[in-house]
């Protein structure tokens, strides 16, 4: 309903936090494209006084009054009209003035721009989600890439450390281990009933901060604003639930403020328990086909209840099978480089540890530290995540299980992972090879003369300088993944690979890099390989389809799928993925992606089968334009309207 682009209401807002808003003639280097995107910007400010609003879909709702302003559904704000205002029974309680949703996004933007502190812009968008939901959205994807960060990795980070000082009101259910055959009843405490997708989490893993406890809940609240988002879901079918089992963050337990259950953490068969009444009782309130995603398990959990799970449930883990498809993503882009198939690669893993999370508590600063052994419990799902995606794409091109895993070498905080190796978890016995025992990565990449190396382990600077150039000795254009987050975690900078490798590296990380510019010109964008490409378009499929079980196959058809969309273009830049600011468009043909998939195997559950799957999934797309609150009104003819009188 808005005639504003959201990139031009966003540069309007920028202009006009900068010092005011001005419309210039056209210009040999100002087409007059911008200068009547500018018209058309002021043209949406002039809609301030004029009480008049486009129409977009006719909603009806029974709420009335002060109720209206008051739930972040319904509210518009100052977008509301007179009319709504009048039948609503909310005039009054809004100033009278009367603005466009554009104006609503530079109002906000000007109050975003004067916070410097990346927490403060976080629990101002929070509070804007709190307050207008819809406003909310259009303003975060009116510039993803300069949002997602806030809302997401690696402010949540900071934010999940402050949640018991930030919480306002809830966004999610928490579920606690005392609640042992009442889950059913908690969940009927959330106001929605229509439910499609949970992110839960039980805050042992958060990020690379360690146990957090019920400080947790930041995290499946962000995530599914990227659901929303990236993805299209409507947030009304979406539910945040942090599993409250306790905490070892010793930190957290003397901390009287501490907003979550001040004990150890219940393991073993109570806290089992707990996840299968958990699961049934959502199944049975939400259906088979509501999606279930955990996120931030301990490896001790992770892999045990997905594989528990996955065949039983719509379930997945983005920690292991999100992150293993962008990784792979980037892998099949970077043969378009290479110009050769999987098979001819060997790849080498920083990051196969596996041991309990341990955090040290609050440092100088005040923020959480984590000990090298709560990283290396980080890098374990995600490299055996990707470790066996890759082992099922070596399939698809005719190469036996057996063989696909001896191309695969896992490096952990004792070395190179053989064969006789004592105390190795099932999950590394696979990737176990005969070879004598490697102490540093530097010599297993001297011996070995892997392809690529994908870091996982969260161990700056993991990728030495010899390393690289190791690497770049051994191939003429080596493949270099520093995926680890934060940016002071990643093995090493998208500068660092360019240079020691003279531009021939192909390079991705997990946190963002700025463009590197070598001494001879040439200039790289350095793909960034974030989850956010995978479970926004994997999530609306699987819930336009209604998916009961999500198998293995589509992690690689989504890898595959974001791998053909990077272009010549994009590689020439240096780019392994769509640019960040196409996210919704990559999100649109990976859900497409995924429902045809779903329907030429059988599994989806909503039928008749749409012939135009575009035009079905495009239908299940959430809009952040507001909806019309004005009633149907309407007349009789006049004799059909004469009062009967005696």
Known sequence: MNSLPGKAALSLCRRAAAGGTRVLAASPG?????????????????????????????????????????????????????????????????????????????????????????????????????????LFYRVLTSDIEEFMPIVYTPTVGLACQQYGLAFRRPRGLFITIHDRGHIATVLNSWPEDDIKAIVVTDGERILGLGDLGSYGMGIPVGKLALYTACGGVPPQQCLPVLLDVGTDNQSLLDDPLYIGLKHKRIRGKEYDELIDEFMQAVTEKYGMSCLIQFEDFANSNAFRILNKYRNRYCTFNDDIQGTASVAVAGIFAALKITKDKLLNHTFVFQGAGEVRAATRGLG???????????????????????????????????????????????????????????????????????????????????????????????????????????????????????????????????????????????????????????????????????????????????????????PEDIFLTTAEAIADMVTEEHLAEGRLYPPLNTIREVSFKIAVKVVNYAYRNNMASVYPEPKDKEAFVLSQIYSPDYDSFTLDTYSWPQEAMNVQDV
């Open 364 to 550: 100088a600063t005040g923020q959480l530290e984590t000990s090298n052994e709560t990283r290396l419990l980080f890098s374990h799902q995600a490299a055996m995540g990707i470790a066996h995606l890759l082992m099922m794409a070596m399939a698809k091109e005719g190469v036996s299980r057996e063989d696909a895993a001896k191309k695969i070498w896992m490096v952990d905080s004792k070395g190179l992972i053989v064969k006789g190796r004592g105390n190795l978890s099932h999950e590394k016995t696979e990737f176990a090879h005969e070879h004598p025992h490697l102490k540093t990565l530097e010599e297993v990449v001297q011996v070995i003369k892997p392809t690529a190396i994908i870091g996982v382990a969260a161990i700056g600077g993991a990728f030495t300088e010899k390393i690289i150039k190791d690497m770049a000795s051994f191939n003429q254009r080596p493949i270099i993944f520093a995926l680890s987050n934060p940016t002071s975690k990643a093995e090493c900078t998208a500068e660092q690979c360019y240079k020691l490798t003279e531009g021939r590296g192909i390079f991705a990380s997990g946190s963002p890099f700025d463009k590197v510019t070598l001494a001879d010109g040439r200039s790289f964008i350095p793909g960034q390989g974030n989850n956010a490409y995978v479970f926004p378009g994997v999530a609306l499929g699987v819930i336009a389809c209604g998916v009961r079980h999500i």
């Open 30 to 134: 100002r087409p007059s494209g911008v200068v009547q995107a500018d018209r058309a910007a002021l043209q949406a400010v002039r809609v301030c006084h004029s009480g008049t609003n486009q129409k977009g879909s006719v909603v009806y709702t029974k709420k009335r009054g002060y109720d209206i302003t008051r739930n972040p559904h319904l509210n518009k704000g100052m977008a509301f009209t007179l009319e709504e205002r009048l039948q609503l029974g909310i005039h009054g309680l809004l100033p009278p003035c009367f603005l466009s949703q554009d104006v609503q996004v530079l109002r906000v933007m000007k109050s975003y721009e004067t916070r410097t502190n990346p927490l403060d812009k976080y629990i101002l968008l929070m509070t804007l989600q709190d307050r207008n939901e819809k």
